[in-house]
């Protein structure tokens, strides 16, 4: 399909600190990596043609959000068709350092754009059956730079996502903007927007699975409290869309509603006030200029790392290590 640019916020003059972004608002067949992946190209020429140089995706967009445990008695346990249905999102999903990354690295060096893409991933070798809400980071000249595992899959998504850490925790720089991002409600985690603050973070993009509920409140709320523009990112996600072959297909449309995830993807200035307001319902892309010298303006009454801080009084440790499950060693025992 096309898609197009749903809504847009221009600044009469572009100055040199300033960038252009895009959120993509995107749906199409669920749990179905291909026919996702086209969408998320297709989006990222939208995006570079409207002069973006940094795109970003719902959570878990590739290849999909798990909603049927909510809908289908998700947590019986050593239920078969909880089994198969579980198999059956392990297998759509992907590797990092597979060739869906690598085809989205060329995209991202062909357009000069940086992409920050949802993911469901896929473990390899240790953790091969277990699967991750992810979100990558592609930089258009050295390709990830990017791994971010959610810190805490949210309720349902318990049975189903394995626990991420502090690897991720790390900002971008594209063009003159600083670049954070967390996954749905990592967004509600204070320690979590902290450590990106703390970087120096100045655009904070947030990936949703779907829910203009959830995007009105948190985008404006991180970008009053940031100081920072935020980015929300939503998906679509309609019953239609659910494979006829998904082991509870017809039990989990009977379970949803028409529309499942409605979008809701928004944009919000260090003012905490809209940009552009949550767009429901519509597919594409929207597309903001952002204006980064008021980013510090903002900041004249509240830094909230900078000087509105107490460090002795309080005081955050992050631990970015990557939790790996087994090491190995050549070395002799007692070496």
Not at 163 to 178: E, K, S, Y
Not at 194 to 217: I, K
Not at 274 to 281: E, F, K, Q
Request: aromatic letters at 8%; one cysteine or more; charged letters at 20%.
């Amino acid at each position: 399909m096309s898609l197009k640019v749903i809504a847009k916020h221009r600044e009469p003059q572009l100055r040199i600190n300033s960038i252009t972004v895009a959120a993509a608002q995107l749906g199409g067949p669920w749990l179905k990596p291909a026919a996702r992946l086209a969408r998320i190209i297709d989006a990222a020429h939208v995006a570079a043609a409207e002069g973006a140089t940094l795109v970003a995706y719902p959570e878990t967009y590739l290849s999909g959000y798990p909603f049927w445990p909510s809908r289908t008695q998700g947590a019986s346990f050593d239920d078969p068709d909880q089994k198969d249905c579980y198999a059956y999102y392990l297998d759509a999903a992907i590797e990092v350092g597979g060739q869906e990354q690598r085809d989205m690295e060329g995209v991202a060096a062909d357009l000069g754009i940086t992409m920050i893409v949802g993911v469901t991933e896929r473990g390899r070798a240790a953790g091969r059956g277990t699967a991750w809400c992810t979100l990558l980071t592609i930089d258009p000249r050295h390709g990830l730079v990017g791994h971010h595992r959610k810190l805490v899959p949210t309720y349902d998504e318990r049975l189903v996502w394995g626990h991420g850490d502090g690897a991720g925790l790390i900002t971008h720089p594209v063009g003159n903007a600083v670049v954070g991002s967390l996954n749905c409600w990592e967004n509600w985690m204070p320690q979590a927007r902290t450590a990106l603050y703390a970087q120096g973070e100045t655009v904070h993009v947030a990936a949703w699975p779907g829910s203009s509920a959830l995007t009105g409140d948190i985008t404006r709320f991180i970008a009053a409290e940031g100081r920072v523009f935020g980015v929300a990112a939503s998906g679509i996600i309609t019953a239609e869309s659910i494979p006829d072959d998904f082991p509870l297909a017809g039990q989990l449309r009977e379970a949803s509603d028409t529309v499942v995830f409605d979008g809701g993807s928004a944009i919000a200035g260090p003012d905490g006030k809209w940009l552009i307001p949550p767009v429901v319902g519509e597919e594409g892309v929207i597309v903001a200029d952002l204006d980064l010298d008021r980013v510090f303006a903002e900041r004249l009454n509240f830094d909230p790392t900078g000087h509105y801080t107490r460090p002795d009084v309080f005081r955050s440790v992050v631990n970015r290590a990557r939790h790996e499950t087994v090491r190995f060693t050549e070395d002799a025992f007692g070496q």
